[in-house]
Every structure is written in structure tokens, then in C-alpha cells.
């Protein structure tokens, strides 16, 4: 409750004292006594309304306006050329607070603009548009959170939307690349293909060697039988023959077992070996495939997460519009 209101060099008055009644409390005076002049000042301590020093009386250092309410006072300072401006709130000072109340004497005090009704002033709410009229009850009531929530879930709401698009053109052109490459199942059984056909020429090829040498070692065999058929010429016939006798058979076997396996091998290493540029070259495309499959599986995910998002915010919406009342706390009338 407002108890005093002190006024210091503002406009015409040097100093006066205002005493306010619990109940009501009314100011009379002639014209031109400065009547409205204590209404500006309970305002300008009140509100910081009106801007600016004109009210600073003229010839002094400063204007003071102290108002006790409830056990507290608030003081309000300014002078000329803005050296001094400073809102108190018992021992507790502010400043730089711009054109607003500091908050913590804006809660206390608790007077807004719509406490202030002036002698010109149109008739209230009268002359307002419906529009402002709303806007004025939502901020008595507390109703402007659902505006503000409404207002914060439809931009939620727009941008899920906007990511949601995004993400299915992504998924179209994705999918466009996906069909452009429906060429890499067959390519990569092709791959394999002539990845087994290298590996069986690289065995042919060893194989080949392999044969190389166990002839060799047949000609090796053969020059010791021609030795063995000369030392038995010069007469030492019994252990030359029986020495000939086994290498010859030994070189026979030898000799017909390795020209067997090297006819195999000949005959494998004649095949033509397929070239494997075109197929190198498919191979780096089917990678490249692989890639773009996986970018495409992640796009999928991320649609998906989308529209999950999206169906939440549409719940949203839904509990939101439910929670708005139906009709009018304060007039009672159904609300549009």
C-alpha cells in the first residue's frame, strides 16, 4: 500500500509532501497549483515515465521523488544533462537500467501502465481495438503463455517441417542414384569371376615351373644312364648292368610321369588369361557403389527420424490446442 510520496525541485514544486489515506486518497487545488505535476511524479517514480529532464525545475542541481509503500521506499534521482540518474530501493542502488524500472522495484511496486488513467486521457479500453483490449487481459490473467507456447511450437513446427522436405528430396535423389547403379549385383559376381581365373592361372604358372623343374632332374637321370652304358663297355659289365638297369627304370618312370604332368601343365598354361583392366576398373565403381548405398542407408535413417520428430511436434500442437480454454476466464464468452 502506498503511504507518502515525496516531490524535490520537480516542475513547480520546490518541495512537498503527499500523505496518501488507506482508502482513497484526492488532490484539489486552483489551476495551475501543480496538481498533475504530483500525478506526473507518482508516474515518473513509478514508471521512469516521462523521458527526458524538462521536469527538472528550473535553476537547481536535480529533481528527487521519494515514494514509502509497505515499509520500503524508492527513491528516484535525476539532474540536468543526465550526470545523475539513479533509482533506489531503500539502501540499494541502481543504475544504468536504460528506460525501464530496475526489476526488482518493478516487482515491488507492481505498477504498470495500465494503473495510470489521465484527465485526457480516452476512456479506458473504450477507444482500444479488440485486438489490444485481448492483448491487455491475456497480460492481467496470465494467458499470454499459451500464446507463447503456440506461438513456439508452430515455429518448432515449421522448421521440422522444412528439414522433413529437405530430407525427402535428399531420399529422392538418393534413390535416383540407387537405380542409376542396379548394374553392381551382376558387376561384382564378375568381379569374383576373374578374380578366381587369376588365381588359377598363378597356380598354372607355378605348376608350370614346377615342371621345369622335374625335367630337369629327368636329364640329370638320363646323363647318369649314358654313364652307366660306358663304364659297361669298358668291361665291368656285372655292376654296371645291374646299376644301369635300376637307373635306367628309374629314369623311365621319372622321365614318363614328369612328361605327363608337364603335357597337363603346357596345356593349362596355352589357356588365354582374360585381361582384367575393364574389370580393375568395375571394381572401383562397384566401391564407389558401395559408398553411395551407405550414404543413401543413412539418409533413410535420417527421413525417418524426421517425420518421427515431426509426429511428435504434431502431438504437441494437439495437447497445446487442448489446453487452450474454450472459453473466456474473465467475460466468459467462447474464445475464437
Not at 77 to 101: I, K, T
Not at 108 to 120: D, E, P, R, T, Y
Request: proline share 4%; hydrophobic share 40%.
Amino acid at each position: 500500500m502506498l503511504e507518502k510520496l515525496l516531490v524535490q525541485n520537480f516542475q513547480g514544486h520546490d518541495k512537498f509532501r503527499v500523505d496518501f489515506d488507506p482508502h482513497i486518497t484526492c488532490i484539489v487545488g486552483p489551476s495551475d497549483a501543480g496538481k498533475s505535476a504530483l500525478i506526473r511524479a507518482l508516474r515518473w517514480v513509478s514508471t521512469n515515465q516521462p523521458g527526458g529532464d524538462e521536469f527538472v525545475r528550473h535553476g537547481t542541481k536535480g529533481t528527487t521523488v521519494k515514494l514509502a509503500a509497505d515499509g520500503h521506499t524508492v527513491t528516484r534521482r535525476r539532474s540536468p544533462g543526465g550526470s545523475v540518474n539513479e533509482y533506489h530501493l531503500d539502501e540499494q542502488s541502481f543504475s544504468a537500467f536504460g528506460r525501464n524500472v530496475p526489476e526488482p522495484i518493478e516487482q515491488f511496486l507492481n505498477i504498470g501502465s495500465v494503473c495510470w488513467q489521465g484527465q485526457h486521457d480516452a476512456p479506458y479500453w473504450f477507444s482500444d481495438t479488440a485486438g489490444e483490449v485481448s492483448r491487455q487481459l491475456n497480460a492481467i490473467v496470465d494467458l499470454g503463455i499459451i500464446d507463447e507456447t503456440l506461438a513456439r511450437v508452430g515455429r518448432a513446427f515449421h522448421r521440422a517441417r522444412t528439414k522433413l522436405e529437405t530430407a525427402e528430396e535428399s531420399l529422392t535423389e538418393a534413390k535416383a542414384a540407387h537405380d542409376a547403379l542396379s548394374w553392381v549385383p551382376a558387376f561384382e559376381a564378375a568381379v569374383t569371376l576373374v578374380e578366381a581365373a587369376e588365381a588359377r592361372h598363378a597356380a598354372t604358372a607355378h605348376q608350370a615351373a614346377t615342371v621345369a623343374t622335374l625335367v630337369q632332374q629327368a636329364q640329370r637321370h638320363q646323363a647318369t644312364r649314358d654313364n652307366a652304358t660306358g663304364a659297361a663297355l669298358l668291361g665291368d659289365t656285372a655292376i654296371v648292368a645291374g646299376e644301369r638297369a635300376v637307373a635306367s627304370r628309374t629314369a623311365a618312370n621319372t622321365l614318363r610321369q614328369l612328361l605327363g604332368e608337364a603335357s597337363q601343365h603346357q596345356d593349362a598354361a596355352r589357356r588365354k588369361v582374360p585381361s582384367t583392366e575393364r574389370m580393375e576398373a568395375a571394381l572401383i565403381q562397384h566401391k564407389v557403389a558401395t559408398v553411395a548405398a551407405t550414404t543413401l542407408q543413412n539418409l533413410i535413417r535420417s527421413v525417418r527420424a524426421r517425420k518421427e520428430e515431426l509426429c511428435q511436434l504434431e502431438r504437441d500442437l494437439q495437447a497445446a490446442e487442448k489446453a487452450v480454454p474454450k472459453r473466456c476466464p474473465t467475460c466468459g464468452q467462447a474464445m475464437p
